[in-house]
């Protein structure tokens, strides 16, 4: 059987990674890249916050090629997907037929990207659809993988949530409220170790702070941070950040 050739969209998060080893294991897919968008102004994952040199890292312990699609701080929907549009294209010219994602139950997000991707004649693939959340955070922790929260919403947690690895505990502490696996944009994560790395990715924790982001000036565009989850409006609350330092 021949396998398709797949982009995989690689946040550096949990879902990203439960989602490649699932991917990885069925023995459908090559993925032939990570595809991850990226700050251009901090060189930081876009919303995860996580530093460029970390996720170079996490591509190098996976062993698949990395490819980073640059944005600017708050681009807007149209740029954002000309950026992606121009990038899918490249990659399906180089033999890509579908695209990979670690979504889970938003029924809206997913037939964005399924229109999207059909405009390109692209599939959309999503190994953790439909599957009860608290299943897929306790199948993640059961296969060893480790993971720290580095930007948590405001809206929905505070500030001694940032920075804490998830654990037991961790899951414990969550309001009622909040999905566990942050499927509702609650928190975002960074994972550094598991079945999918060759070695651990070595780091620090460094400071944290807090952001809170506004519209874009533009009169007659729709500001847009590309973030998978964004709220109705992402500018009633801000987000904290947890520093994480390459050692």
């Not at 994602?101 to 190994?127: C, H, M, S, T, W």
């Not at 299943?135 to 809206?155: A, R, Y």
């Amino acid at each position: 059987m021949t396998k398709q050739q797949a982009i995989f969209n690689w946040s550096g998060g949990k879902d990203s990674a439960l989602s490649l080893y699932k991917i990885l294991h069925s023995k459908e897919y090559d993925v032939n890249c990570l595809l991850t968008s990226i700050n251009e102004q901090y060189r930081r994952i876009s919303m995860h916050g996580v530093r460029e040199e970390l996720l170079i890292q996490q591509a190098e312990s996976i062993g698949i090629p990395l490819v980073k699609m640059y944005l600017p701080e708050m681009p807007t929907m149209e740029a954002y997907e000309n950026v992606m549009r121009n990038t899918l294209l490249d990659l399906q010219i180089k033999g890509a037929t579908a695209s990979i994602f670690g979504d889970i139950f938003l029924e809206d997000l997913r037939q964005y990207r399924e229109n999207k991707l059909a405009e390109l004649d692209l599939k959309g693939v999503f190994p953790l659809w439909k599957i009860p959340t608290k299943d897929i955070i306790k199948e993640f922790l059961d296969l060893g993988f480790k993971t720290i929260t580095t930007c948590v919403n405001d809206k929905y947690l505070d500030k001694s949530f940032v920075g804490r690895i998830i654990d037991e505990s961790f899951l414990s502490d969550l309001p009622d409220n909040v999905d566990p696996c942050g499927e509702n944009g609650e928190f975002h994560t960074f994972v550094f170790d598991g079945p999918i790395f060759k070695e651990a990715i070595q780091f620090e924790i460094g400071e944290i702070v807090y952001r809170k982001y506004t519209p874009a000036t533009q009169k007659d565009d729709t500001s847009y941070d590309c973030d998978d989850s964004a709220q109705e409006n992402p500018f009633d609350n801000g987000f904290w950040y947890c520093d994480l330092l390459p050692k």
